[in-house]
Structures are given as C-alpha cells and as structure tokens.
Nanobody, 122 residues
Framework: QVRLVESGGGSVQTGDSLRLSCTSN?????MGWWRQYPGKEREFVAA????????RYAQGIRGRFTISGDRPANTVFLQMSNLKPEDAAVYYC??????????????????WGQGTRVTVSA
C-alpha cells in the first residue's frame, strides 16, 4: 500500500484545460486515473506503467487527455484538454504496488487517493 494525494481539480468551462496531479509516497508499477459520476461505478480513464512508460487510455479519451509522470517525484499527471460537461466527475488516482493483470479494472490497484472534483460548466 502507498498513500496517494491528488490535487488540481476545480471548476472550469467547456473547452478549458485542467491538469490533475497525484503524488505517491512509495513506488508503484502502474499509476492510473479513474473517474466516478454520482451513483455510478468508477470508470477507467488512463494509466501509466512506470518501468516501461506504456500508457493506456479509455476509449474516447486519447487525444483529449494525456497521462504523464515525473518518476523521481513519484508524481503522475493527467492533462485534460477541451473539457466537456460529461467530463465532470470526481477523479481518483490509483496505484498498483503488486503486479496484477486487468489494469483496466479497479481490482488491479492496491491504493486509491481521496479524489478530486472536476466541474465543467457549459
């Protein structure tokens, strides 16, 4: 288990950009971003594999959102561009400490951040 601290959420307008950050206090294999709408399950957004630099994105996300990281700082970023009202959600950072399959599933992650809210007004 590691502790993950997110920051960067806020209120923006349609078409604006926002960058989320997540810092871990320990090493992880994968770092991912998920989002959750009220009353819904968390859904995968993007993930970064630290050893290889491989990234994965949810369908429809690539091109607007970019995941990147600062390895020495154990910090992963989610750069969100051209935000739409449907992007409004609570965004969670997740870290995988022990290797597991199914990186697009919540069960593959060992630790979660507290969440940061993104609001997008039309």
């Amino acid at each position: 288990q590691v502790r993950l601290v997110e920051s960067g959420g806020g209120s923006v307008q349609t078409g604006d950009s926002l960058r989320l950050s997540c810092t871990s206090n320990g090493l992880t294999l994968w770092m991912g971003w998920w989002r959750q709408y009220p009353g819904k399950e968390r859904e995968f957004v993007a993930a970064l594999n630290w050893p290889t630099g491989v990234t994965r994105y949810a369908q429809g996300i690539r091109g607007r959102f970019t995941i990147s990281g600062d390895r020495p700082a154990n910090t992963v970023f989610l750069q969100m561009s051209n935000l739409k009202p449907e992007d409004a959600a609570v965004y969670y950072c997740a870290g995988q400490v022990r290797a597991k399959s199914g990186i697009l599933t919540t069960g593959a992650y060992d630790s979660w951040g507290q969440g940061t809210r993104v609001t997008v007004s039309a």
